[in-house]
């Protein structure tokens, strides 16, 4: 189950420099959250201990063991 509060983030960034593909990135994440969740539904963590992180300011998952189940 994926789920997350609405909430005012960063991630584009802000004033006169924000992101100018910030709506060509959000359809592709829609797009391909949408393609996954229809083609595999069912998924979670393998391990959560298994998870590694980058570091700095662009923050993101290095590694994401997962177990999924086809639809
Ligand atoms: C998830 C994907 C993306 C993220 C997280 C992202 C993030 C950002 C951020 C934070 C900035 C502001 C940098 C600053 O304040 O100096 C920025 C600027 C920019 N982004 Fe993106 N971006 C993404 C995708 C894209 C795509 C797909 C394009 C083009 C097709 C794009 C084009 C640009 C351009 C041209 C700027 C400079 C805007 C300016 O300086 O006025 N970005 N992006």
Not at 10 to 36: D, K, N, T
């Amino acid at each position: 189950m994926l789920g997350r509060e609405r909430n005012r983030h960063l991630a584009f960034g802000v004033g006169i420099h924000r992101c100018l593909g910030a709506p060509l990135a959000q359809m592709e994440l829609r797009v391909s959250l949408a393609e996954w969740l229809a083609r595999i539904p069912e998924f979670g963590l393998a391990g959560p201990a298994a998870v590694t992180w980058t570091g700095g300011n662009t923050r993101g998952p290095v590694t994401l063991p997962l177990r999924i189940r086809r639809a």
